[in-house]
């Protein structure tokens, strides 16, 4: 395998004139120029993305911790992660936790020693511990995604749940629905805190009594869906109306329902949150919450790009705003005006 050596010798140059050429670091003349890229194209000289990073103190490349789940929420975002990454030029390590603390330190400590430019953090393990990922090492910019250890000092993207969740059940109200339950995320993490606060916003604005019966918590997952379904159900008369705090939960309570002879939205009216690709594929399509998890994903590498490019101390929290998608699992029940 030829070396920068090897070129240099082969184009009667020096290695730094080669290594000027490759990277556009100084001006070289063109004859010269031309000289070092035949030398390099007849020698089949592959610069080492290794030694290079060594010598310019980066990698261009950056690393992802991320919680593995089978919500598709994740793939979507990782997606807009690794089409903003390729359209900058820079490499994405993707490191999946397994939900679990020590593989989460085993990974984060991996991507430290590989010498990534900067990390992308959506680890909801993290949440509720002490987090310093640098005891052990240099510190490296930071941006914390959607379902990141919310008092680690760093920028953030984040989506208002708080607001998705008001719209979710503003939605119910104004469809004439009055007696409505939430089956929730886990309550120890803040996006499914949010997202009840947000219903129980829009239910007092409306005068509207919060039934505990009708509140239940999940996983986020479709078993969770399924296993908070029943225990509402098991307690007696059911809501007209639920809001879900995920789509995978929503898909999990209308299979239940309807192994149960409940019609979505005939008997029961159901509104989810993250608007997944396949929510509008279900039977009945799901009116649900859009996250803009593209975006949530590109915002976060430009967020890292510009910190490390500005070199900036503070610390800033961008907040992308949900929207809400009406489609066909929500009936309305307002009188309809007849001559």
Same mark, same amino acid.
């Given at each position: 395998?030829?070396?920068?050596?090897?070129?240099?010798?082969?184009?009667?140059?020096?290695?730094?004139?080669?290594?000027?050429?490759?990277?556009?670091?100084?001006?070289?003349?063109?004859?010269?120029?031309?000289?070092? $890229?035949?030398?390099?194209?007849?020698?089949?000289?592959?610069?080492?993305?290794?030694?290079?990073?060594?010598?310019?103190?980066? @990698?261009? /490349?950056?690393?992802?911790?991320?919680?593995?789940? @089978?919500?598709?929420?994740?793939?979507?975002?990782?997606?807009?992660?690794?089409?903003?990454?390729?359209?900058?030029?820079?490499?994405?390590?993707?490191?999946? %936790?397994?939900?679990?603390?020590?593989? $989460?330190?085993?990974?984060?400590? /991996?991507?430290?020693?590989?010498?990534?430019?900067?990390?992308?953090?959506?680890?909801?393990?993290?949440?509720?511990?002490?987090?310093?990922?640098?005891?052990?090492?240099?510190?490296?910019?930071?941006?914390?995604?959607?379902?990141?250890?919310?008092?680690?000092?760093?920028?953030?993207?984040?989506?208002?749940?708080?607001?998705?969740?008001?719209?979710? /059940?503003?939605?119910?109200?104004?469809? #004439?629905?009055?007696?409505?339950?939430?089956?929730? #995320?886990?309550?120890?993490?803040?996006?499914?805190?949010?997202?009840?606060?947000?219903?129980?916003?829009?239910?007092?604005?409306?005068?509207?009594?919060?039934?505990?019966?009708?509140?239940?918590?999940?996983?986020?997952?479709?078993? #969770?869906?399924?296993?908070?379904?029943?225990?509402?159900?098991?307690?007696?008369?059911?809501? %007209?109306?639920?809001?879900?705090?995920?789509?995978?939960?929503? $898909?999990?309570?209308?299979? %239940?329902?309807?192994?149960?002879?409940?019609?979505?939205?005939?008997?029961?009216?159901?509104?989810?949150?993250?608007?997944?690709?396949?929510?509008?594929?279900?039977?009945?399509?799901?009116? @649900?919450?859009?996250?803009?998890?593209?975006?949530?994903?590109?915002?976060?590498?430009?967020?890292?790009?510009?910190?490390?490019?500005?070199?900036?101390?503070?610390?800033?929290?961008?907040?992308?705003?949900?929207?809400?998608?009406?489609?066909?699992?929500?009936?309305?029940?307002?009188?309809?005006? /007849?001559?």
């Amino acid at each position: 395998m030829a070396t920068i050596k090897d070129v240099a010798k082969y184009a009667g140059v020096s290695t730094s004139t080669v290594s000027h050429v490759l990277n556009k670091t100084r001006f070289v003349s063109e004859d010269i120029s031309v000289r070092v $890229m035949a030398a390099v194209e007849e020698l089949n000289y592959a610069p080492s993305a290794l030694a290079r990073s060594l010598k310019v103190n980066h @990698t261009r /490349t950056f690393g992802m911790l991320l919680t593995t789940s @089978t919500n598709p929420f994740f793939g979507e975002v990782v997606k807009g992660v690794e089409r903003r990454c390729y359209q900058q030029g820079y490499n994405l390590i993707l490191c999946n %936790t397994e939900g679990d603390l020590d593989r $989460m330190h085993d990974n984060l400590d /991996t991507l430290l020693q590989k010498r990534v430019d900067g990390l992308l953090l959506m680890c909801s393990e993290m949440e509720g511990s002490v987090f310093d990922p640098f005891s052990r090492h240099q510190p490296v910019p930071t941006v914390v995604m959607d379902w990141g250890p919310v008092d680690f000092p760093s920028d953030k993207i984040q989506d208002n749940s708080h607001h998705g969740g008001y719209l979710a /059940t503003r939605h119910l109200i104004e469809q #004439g629905h009055t007696r409505i339950g939430c089956l929730t #995320g886990p309550l120890d993490k803040l996006p499914a805190q949010q997202r009840l606060s947000g219903f129980i916003q829009a239910m007092e604005e409306a005068g509207l009594e919060i039934n505990k019966q009708w509140i239940a918590s999940g996983n986020f997952e479709c078993e #969770g869906g399924e296993l908070a379904f029943n225990e509402v159900f098991e307690r007696g008369e059911l809501p %007209t109306a639920l809001f879900v705090c995920n789509d995978m939960m929503a $898909m999990g309570v209308i299979n %239940t329902a309807n192994k149960k002879g409940i019609k979505v939205p005939e008997d029961l009216s159901i509104v989810g949150y993250d608007d997944i690709k396949l929510a509008k594929y279900i039977t009945p399509s799901l009116t @649900t919450i859009h996250q803009p998890k593209h975006r949530l994903g590109q915002q976060a590498v430009d967020t890292l790009l510009d910190k490390i490019h500005s070199k900036r101390a503070t610390n800033t929290v961008i907040q992308l705003e949900p929207t809400l998608v009406v489609r066909d699992s929500v009936l309305n029940l307002n009188p309809t005006d /007849t001559i």
